[in-house]
Each structure stands twice: as structure tokens, then as C-alpha cells.
């Protein structure tokens, strides 16, 4: 909270029964409903949704060239992407507050087939870019899926249980640039779309009859909702923090990841896209480090593990500045890869801390930071990679690493509030 308050207030009264309300609405809460088969459903999900947000990102050569448009323009379809996926956040994923989640996820996931597969039809760049913001939008799914797995874990089992679904949504990320980079190589880039329209579209359906359906919170209206999201940014500080590290972590990783195409076909490499794709196979080390990450969480390590990831993008920056150098470029993806993914996974794990009534609604606020970041990292990686080089690419990753570690050095809040304004 932002001012102290010397008693209970009317509105804390009835925000309080609200979260009552809605985690009593949702019998069974814990360990107990969230079954092994049960997580790894959730996990192969969020791994094969967020995967189409990166199937572009080795493509970008092969779709400038077999567009006919320049490298900046392809870059758009990461930076569109991006875009849609914040704005799904803002307008879809706090539906998970108010309507049945099974139900959305699935009507959501079916939309994304159907625009994964118009990608793959798409007879010009406009088209393309049209048809991956609907993607990206669609695929905000993922995000009400995580809350959904941490209302149903024990708060003992918190971190855990994120951990391993974001062991598969990093899966997800490094297996797309492979898999995408592969198929370009063996049957061009529409075939990486029309796979991954395939994909989603069963997954839709293994969802449809396999994930439990909680009843939503009740007596809330959709604007309503929207506005409690802004509610709760303005007065949750710890939320804030917790977004803005979100935003400069992964502008740093999608800066990386964008211009890291157009350095890799340069000299001294001069790399296929299916070798390019290859190089996303460096992602493992975030993978692997998820859910060891996440108990580091449950143990109460979360400021002071934070504090050793970012330095381990710092690290990750500084060996990248040898990118014309084969083995520093790899150690520095290493480590970048392991420290923004690895804060990541503890950034989540500390917000689903907050009530069960409001997780959609602090998942907006997080994610929706999250990509925009994302979105301007992707955006200013192209023209910053043709106007200087792979040494402003570098420049500018120190630069918002150094501002992450003066932001966690002025963090001291363990956790958030447990009855946060709603």
C-alpha cells in the first residue's frame, strides 16, 4: 500500500470478501488438483503457444528476401508480434478473473490456428505482419494459464509449479528458433506456420476436454475489471518494481535475439538459416535452470538470487561484445539466456503471491510490461544493428542491464501485500 492505514476500511472489507469469495468458489484449491499429468499438459501448452512468438526471429533473412522487403521491415514481425501479445494481455488475459478460463484459453488458442495458418497463406509483408499480431494477440493464453496452475499449487509449491510451466514455455522459445530454422531450410517459412497452426489446434482440443474449469470470481463487469488492472498498478510499488525489471529483462533478450540473425549471415559467419536456428539450442541453460530457479523462491532467496542473475547478464553482455568471436558469442548467449529467463521465473513466483482473486489481473500488469519491453527491444535492435553495428547492439544491453541493477539495488520489499487494492 502507499499510505498507512490505522484500521480495516469499508473498501479493504470488501475486497477482502471478494478474494474470499472467489478462492472459495474454486473448491480444492492446492496440490491436490494440480496432478503431474495435469502439469505437464500445462507445461507442453505454454511451451508449443509462446513457441509462435519466436518461429520469426531465425526466418528474418529468408522472409526479407522472399518478400522483397527490407530487413527492417521483416524485423516488424517480431516487433507486431510483440505488440499483440501486450495487448492481449491488457484486454483478454484479466478475463481469467471473470469468465470460465477453460472456455477462453480454448476459443483463444482456436483464433491463433486459424491466424498461424492465414501466416502461412500470407501472399505479401502486410498481410504477414496482420496475420502475426493476431497471433501474438491469441497467444497471450499462456498467461492464464501460469495463474491458473499457481492458484491450484500449494503456496509452499508456488515457485515449483511455475518453475516447471516455465521450463516448458523456455523449451517452447528455444525449440522454435530449431524447429523453425530446420523447416525454412527443408521446406521454406510457410511450412513453419502451417505446422504450428497444426499444433495449436490440437492442443486446443487436448485442452478442451483435459483442463479442470474453476469457476471465475462473480459481480464484475468487463471495465470495471480493465480499471482495476490500472488500480493496482497504481497502488501495488512492489508490483511496479517487479514490472519494470520485467520489461528491461527482456528488452535486453529480444534485443539480443532480433539482431542476432543479421549478425550471424554477416562475416565472418555467413550462417544458413538452419544453423541460425541451431544457436537456440543455447536457451537449454534457462530451461534447465527454471525450476532449480523457482525453489531458490519457496526457500525465500528470490532478492538476493535476483541480484546474482542480473549480474549474470552482465557477464552475458560483456563476453557478447566479442560477437565476431565464435566462443564468447556462445558464452554470452549462455548467460544472458540464463539470467533474464532465470529473474523471470522469480518475478513470477513472488507476484502470484497476491490473492488468488486478483492473479489474472496482476499477470496482465507483469506481462503487459513484460512484452512491451520486449517489443521495444525487438524495434530498436534492426536500425540500431545497420546504423552501428553489432557494438551498439551490445552498448545498449549494458546500458539497460546497469539500470535493472540500480533498480534491484533500491529493492527491499520481500513480498507483496496480501490484500492488495482490487
Do not use: K
Request: proline share 5%; with cysteine; glycine share 12%.
Amino acid at each position: 500500500m502507499t499510505t498507512p492505514r490505522t484500521g480495516p476500511t469499508a473498501a479493504d472489507s470488501a475486497a477482502t470478501a471478494a478474494t474470499a469469495g472467489a478462492i472459495a468458489a474454486e473448491p480444492g484449491t492446492g496440490s491436490a488438483r494440480l496432478s503431474r499429468s495435469l502439469v505437464l499438459l500445462l507445461a507442453t501448452a505454454c511451451g508449443l503457444i509462446v513457441a509462435d512468438n519466436y518461429y520469426a526471429q531465425p526466418l528474418l533473412p529468408a522472409l526479407a528476401g522472399s518478400l522483397r522487403v527490407s530487413g527492417t521491415v521483416a524485423g516488424l514481425c517480431v516487433t507486431v508480434n510483440q505488440l499483440g501479445y501486450a495487448l492481449g494481455l491488457v484486454l483478454l488475459v484479466p478475463l481469467g478473473d471473470l469468465l470460465p478460463r477453460r472456455r477462453l484459453v480454448v476459443a483463444m488458442l482456436c483464433v491463433d490456428a486459424m491466424a498461424l495458418a492465414g501466416a502461412a497463406l500470407a501472399p505479401g509483408a502486410g498481410t504477414l505482419l496482420a496475420m502475426l499480431a493476431v497471433v501474438g494477440l491469441t497467444g497471450s493464453a499462456v498467461n492464464i494459464l501460469i495463474p491458473l496452475a499457481a492458484t491450484l499449487a500449494r503456496p509452499e509449491q508456488r515457485g515449483r509449479a511455475v518453475g516447471t510451466l516455465m521450463t516448458g514455455l523456455l523449451l517452447g522459445i528455444l525449440l522454435a528458433r530449431t524447429v523453425s530454422g530446420a523447416l525454412d531450410q527443408v521446406a521454406g517459412w510457410r511450412a513453419v506456420y502451417g505446422c504450428a497452426a497444426a499444433a495449436i489446434a490440437l492442443l486446443a482440443l487436448a485442452l478442451r476436454f483435459g483442463l479442470p474449469e474453476p469457476a471465475p470470481a462473480q459481480g464484475r463487469r468487463f471495465g470495471r475489471l480493465l480499471a482495476s488492472v490500472g488500480t493496482l498498478v497504481r497502488t501495488e510499488p512492489f508490483l511496479r518494481r517487479r514490472m519494470a525489471g520485467a520489461a528491461l529483462g527482456f528488452g535486453c533478450f529480444q534485443l539480443l535475439w532480433t539482431a542476432m540473425p543479421f549478425l550471424l549471415t554477416d562475416q565472418p559467419y555467413h550462417y544458413t538459416a538452419a544453423t541460425i536456428g541451431l544457436f537456440g539450442l543455447l536457451g537449454a541453460a534457462g530451461a534447465a535452470g527454471a525450476q532449480p530457479i523457482g525453489r531458490l523462491h519457496d526457500r525465500g532467496a528470490a532478492h538476493a538470487a535476483t541480484g546474482l542473475l542480473l549480474l549474470t547478464v552482465g557477464l552475458g553482455w560483456a563476453l557478447l561484445a566479442g560477437g565476431r568471436q565464435l566462443l564468447p558469442l556462445i558464452g554470452g548467449i549462455l548467460l544472458l539466456d540464463l539470467g533474464v529467463q532465470g529473474i523471470n521465473v522469480l518475478n513470477q513466483a513472488r507476484i502470484y503471491a497476491y490473492p488468488a482473486a486478483v492473479r489474472s489481473r496482476v499477470t496482465t500488469a507483469y506481462m503487459t510490461a513484460y512484452f512491451l519491453g520486449g517489443a521495444a527491444g525487438a524495434s530498436v535492435a534492426t536500425p540500431l544493428y545497420d546504423r552501428a553495428g553489432w557494438a551498439g547492439i551490445w552498448s545498449a544491453g549494458l546500458l539497460l542491464t546497469a539500470i535493472a541493477a540500480a533498480l534491484w539495488l533500491t529493492d527491499r520489499r520481500a513480498a507483496p501485500p496480501t490484500e492488495p487494492t482490487d
